[in-house]
């Protein structure tokens, strides 16, 4: 497996990250950052790199969506360790409403059906945008590198943001900056979900864990099992990272 991070290491991702936040706010002639905090780790360390970049201008955005309540719990945990102000904004209803219009049928929070799970995530970015736009914010994304290469985020959803401070590090990179930047350890511990559905996990959904995938992104080493998941997945969501296309003439 790959080396683990020296803690010198740590410290000067940590301070380059923070550097580069701070250019981006110059560069766009923004004023702060927005962050979704969903209580899971991505969110955690990329809204802690944000306040160490800004530290007077970040807004978490808490967004339940029949979600477990624990999620909630733990984003508000993550606010407190880093002393983030917090706006909560319950999607549930206009959810519903959205999943009644479209399929003429009551939501079942243990379905898996992507096409209605993904209407959570929308939902959230239009939410990021608007307190976006009304503080001269600049929404920092979540996603990192093994999400990205994967393409396991929501087209136009948790995709759709200004910039991805955690975007070139891998899970578990994430993982180890977490620690060094001070993320509670309950987040830090908790397991991997996107929250789309009840009981979702990703990992399962995925068929390979992160640790494998991450070795394999950085050192071109695995199992034939892990390379096909990996290539596949990068192959079928390829279109989620690049622009609309235009035709050639």
């Keep these: 497996m790959f080396l683990l991070w020296e803690e010198s290491g740590l410290h000067v991702l940590a301070q380059k990250l923070t550097d580069w936040l701070r250019e981006q706010l110059k560069e766009r002639d923004a004023r702060g950052f927005v962050v979704g905090l969903s209580g899971g780790i991505d969110s955690a360390v990329t809204a802690a790199l944000c306040k160490r970049a800004c530290p007077g201008h970040v807004l978490g955005v808490i967004m339940p969506c ?12 993550v606010a407190g360790a880093f002393d983030i102000p917090v706006k909560t904004v319950a999607l549930d209803k206009p959810f519903l409403q959205m999943v009644q219009l479209l399929t003429g049928q009551d939501y079942d929070p243990s379905d898996d059906d992507l096409t209605i799970a993904n209407i959570k995530p929308r939902l959230r970015m239009t939410t990021l945008y608007f307190f976006a736009a009304r503080n001269r914010y600049l929404v920092a994304g979540t996603n990192n590198r093994t999400e990205l290469t994967v393409g396991y985020f929501t087209k136009y959803g948790d995709g759709g943001v200004d910039l991805l401070p955690i975007g070139n590090l891998t899970k578990c990179r994430v993982w180890e900056l977490a620690g060094y930047l001070g993320v509670p350890r309950p987040i830090i511990e908790k397991a991997p979900c996107a929250g789309l559905y009840a009981g979702q996990d990703d990992e399962v959904e995925l068929g390979v864990t992160y ?9 071109g080493k695995a199992d034939e099992r892990v390379r096909k998941v990996v290539e596949r997945l990068a192959a079928n969501n390829a279109h989620k990272n690049q622009m609309p296309a235009l035709p050639p003439f």
């Design 66 to 77: 029949f979600s477990n309540p624990r999620d909630a719990e733990d984003a508000m945990l």
């Design 211 to 219: 640790r494998e995938m991450d070795e394999y992104i950085l050192t």
